[in-house]
C-alpha cells in the first residue's frame, strides 16, 4: 500500500538560480511547451500564429520557424511539442506530427491515421489527451474503424519505430459527461512513464490509474484534491471560455507529467481568495505507489503552462483570455528542479 507524506510544502520564492522575466510578445494560443535539447530553451509550438518559437532563459524569442518542410514535412498550426531521444515531435494536424532533429529541422512525419488495406485495424485515432513517450505515443480517446465505426473511449499506444498502423488497446475507460470534458482540458492527463502508462481520471473521486503490465489505481493521490468539481461541460469551442472561468474559480488537479520516465509529476491549483491561484507539484513515486510532499510553484497567474526538466522547471505564465484562441504569454519564471523524497539525483 501506498504512504502520504504530510510534511510541510516545499516553497520555490527564494530557489537558488530563479529567474523571472517578462516573455516577448509573440504566442498568443499555447496549452503545452517543452524543453529543447539540453534544457537551454524552451520549445513553444503556437497554432495561432502559426510558428514555433524557442524562448531563452531570459524570454527572449532566440527563434522562430515558420512552416518548415514541405508536403508530409510542412505544418501551418503547430501545436503540442514534446522531446523525444533528443529530437523534437511537433503536432500538425489532428492526425499528423512532424519530427524536427537537433537543428530543428524537420525529418519526418508520425501518423495516426491509416488508408484501408495497409494492414491496420483503425482509419484513425481521435486522441482527447497525448504523450509521447521513449518509444511511443499514447492517448486517450476513441478508434474509428475502416467501416466509420468508433470505439469506446479507451486507453492507445502507437509505437514509433514500428509499422504504420500498429496500434495497441491498452483498456477501456467508463466514463461520464463530466470526465470526458475534463479529459480534453489541457495540459494532458496520461502520461508515458517508463514502461507503464497513467491516466489521470475524473471519475466521482479523482484517481491515477496505470495501464501496462497490468492494470491498477495508485493509492498515492492528494486527499484534498480528490474531489471532482462541478464545471460546464466542455462540448464546442464556445465552451472553452465559461469552462476556464470555471476552473481558475476551482480547487483542482490540472494535469498528469513523467519526469525522468521513473517519477510522475501531478499539478494542482486553487484559488487563495484575491483573484490569485496557488500552484502544487505533487511528485509521486508511481512504482513504490508513495506521494511525496507538494512543491509550491513561484507564480500566483491565473492560468500557466508547466514545463518540466530533469535540470529545470519552467513556468510560463499566461495573461486574461481575451477570446479563445488568443491569451499571450507574458512572463516566464526558470528554477533548478527541486529535489523531492526519494530522488537522490537532485542538487
Known sequence: ??????????????????????????????????????????????????????????????????RPGQGRLEFRKPAYPFLVNGKLLVGSHFFHWIWLDAALEPVDSFHLEWPAGDGSPYRQLWLYSFDAGRSSFVGVGEAQDHDGVWSETAVFEAPFATSEGVVTNLGTLAVDSEESSALHDKPGKIAACGDEVYVLRYGVSLSIEAFGKSRRTLTSFPAEYRQRPALPPMERREDVEARAAAVRTSKMADGLFCLDERWLLLLAHEPIGDGSIRWRVFPIDPAADVLGDPIELPTRATSIVFVPGSRRWAVLEKGPMKQVGLQPLVRMVVFPTPRFDGDSRRP
Open 1 to 66: 500500500m501506498g504512504t502520504v507524506v504530510t510534511r510541510d510544502v516545499v516553497p520555490l520564492s527564494a530557489a537558488t538560480g530563479m529567474i523571472a522575466r517578462p516573455m516577448e510578445a509573440g504566442p498568443v494560443w499555447v496549452a503545452q511547451a517543452a524543453w529543447g535539447p539540453g534544457e537551454q530553451q524552451v520549445v513553444v509550438a503556437d497554432p495561432g500564429s502559426g510558428a514555433i518559437y524557442l524562448y531563452d532563459l531570459e524570454g527572449r524569442i532566440a527563434r522562430k520557424i515558420v
